[in-house]
């Protein structure tokens, strides 16, 4: 008899807490301000742990690598990944648990939501449900609204949706962008959502970010999916010119059976 004994899965672990708060620190002081604030607002032991990825002095993670390194730690139902630098002041705990519980009513499939973010519809399409130094904006007072892509400043995954950033890029740019392409591909959606805080920087334009951009722009133009995709079970047709081979296939296939009856015809048995 194996000496190995099997664990059974029938049904995912239920998660032991509403929310964790995982946070790339790199100042005390703005982290301690941020979780007096979440502390004030309703997040306690009972349903919140805090997660402090430690950049003190030392860049140890970035925004592509932190979620993928702490997750199998983590015991929330909703994952907030944000910056130290952000300060609950109206809504708590107690709001954002109504607003994703409706959104998971809403939308099964939604993966990353967040407070500011452009949607693709014109002719507003920046998005902005926060305070920061370019002003108080509530633009989502009546609902989540489905974008594109999401600032960085503080973002709420699914557990039971969970995706990652992407392994080949790294730094503090763009991840929450990349966030919601990698939902995208999976099949989810990204919303902004009516929780509003601040968010004590306003971002600005560096060589960085350019760079971020230029990465970013070349590994998702690479990922076009092959007009033709083969398994060992099946052939997969990608698209137009995917229809195109398909055909063609088709139609070699055809042809191929036909030479075949007609020289075991001829060659006989």
């Not at 995912?12 to 604030?37: G, H, I, N, Q």
């Not at 997660?51 to 997750?71: E, K, Q, S, V």
């Not at 109504?98 to 959104?103: F, I, R, S, T, Y």
């Amino acid at each position: 008899m194996a000496s190995s004994q099997p664990r059974y899965v029938t049904e995912a672990r239920p998660a032991e807490l509403t929310f964790s708060v995982c946070t790339l620190v790199a100042s005390d002081a703005k982290y301690a301000r941020m979780l007096a604030s979440f502390e004030r607002c309703g997040f306690t032991a009972a349903n919140t742990e805090f997660l402090a990825l430690d950049n003190r002095g030392d860049n140890r993670f970035d925004g592509y690598n932190a979620l993928r390194r702490i997750f199998a730690e983590l015991r929330g139902a909703y994952i907030l990944f944000t910056h130290d630098d952000i300060e609950l002041i109206d809504d708590g705990a107690t709001e954002l648990l109504a607003v994703l519980q409706a959104l998971d009513a809403r939308d099964p499939r939604w993966a990353v939501a967040g407070n500011a973010g452009h949607r693709s519809a014109a002719p507003r399409t920046l998005l902005r449900h926060l305070s920061d130094p370019h002003g108080d904006d509530r633009d989502c007072a009546t609902g989540p609204v489905q974008v594109q892509g999401l600032d960085e400043n503080f973002l709420v995954l699914r557990r039971d949706n969970m995706v990652f950033p992407s392994m080949d890029l790294d730094g503090f740019h763009l991840f929450a962008t990349d966030l919601c392409l990698q939902a995208l591909l999976a099949g989810g959606r990204a919303y902004v959502i009516p929780f509003f805080l601040r968010h004590h920087s306003g971002g600005s334009a560096s060589p960085a970010l350019d760079a971020a951009i230029a990465r970013m722009g070349r590994k998702y133009a690479g990922l076009r999916a092959p007009d033709r995709v083969r398994t060992p079970a099946a052939t997969v047709y990608v698209g137009a010119r995917g229809a195109i081979l398909r055909h063609r296939d088709r139609s070699v296939e055809s042809v191929t059976r036909r030479v075949k009856r007609v020289t075991d015809r001829l060659l006989g048995p």
